[in-house]
């Protein structure tokens, strides 16, 4: 009986947590965003490249915040747009959502993949 209910667990644990790219298609991320290239958002490449380098091991928190809070200000090159904040997403979205961000900034283009892309992001102050 207990393997039954556990079974149930997990298989609902499946069933209904939403793959990250489901939440962000139904949130509506990708109008402003997309994963490689800039929108009228910051690619979501860049913005896991960016707080990885600034964030260190805060940097999925700090994703998880700007979402569920909104940013603006960050990324001077969108200084006249701003993040939306996004209050509805539970925890449990916002950690799915932060750790597919983080997983992307291995595809930003030009830049190897990592390593210091965040140079000229901290001239232009980045890093306030
Ligand atoms: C109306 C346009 C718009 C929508 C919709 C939008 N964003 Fe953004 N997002 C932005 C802008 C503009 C910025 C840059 C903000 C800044 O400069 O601080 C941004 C920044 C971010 C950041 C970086 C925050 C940081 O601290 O580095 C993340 C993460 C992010 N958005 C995720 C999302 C997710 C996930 C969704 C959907 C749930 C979403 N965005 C929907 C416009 C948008």
Redesign the pocket.
């Known amino acids: 009986m207990k393997k039954i209910v556990l079974f149930a667990v997990v298989l609902s644990g499946v069933l209904f947590a939403q793959s990250a790219q489901d939440?962000?298609n139904d949130?509506?991320?990708l109008?402003?965003?997309a994963v490689a290239s800039r929108k009228?958002?910051?690619a979501?490449a860049g913005?896991g490249m960016?707080?990885k380098r600034f964030e260190g091991a805060n940097a999925k928190e700090?994703?998880m915040?700007?979402?569920k809070n909104g940013?603006?200000?960050?990324?001077p090159r969108?200084?006249n747009?701003?993040?939306?904040a996004?209050g509805n997403?539970s925890p449990q979205d916002l950690n799915t959502?932060?750790d597919y961000?983080l997983a992307q900034s291995s595809k930003a283009k030009g830049h190897g993949g990592q390593g210091n892309c965040g140079n000229g992001m901290r001239k232009k102050g980045m890093n306030r």
């Open positions: 939440l962000i949130n509506g991320c109008a402003c965003h009228s958002a910051p979501f913005i960016r707080n700090v994703i915040q700007s979402i940013s603006k200000g960050k990324y969108f200084s747009s701003a993040m939306p996004f997403l959502i932060a961000i």
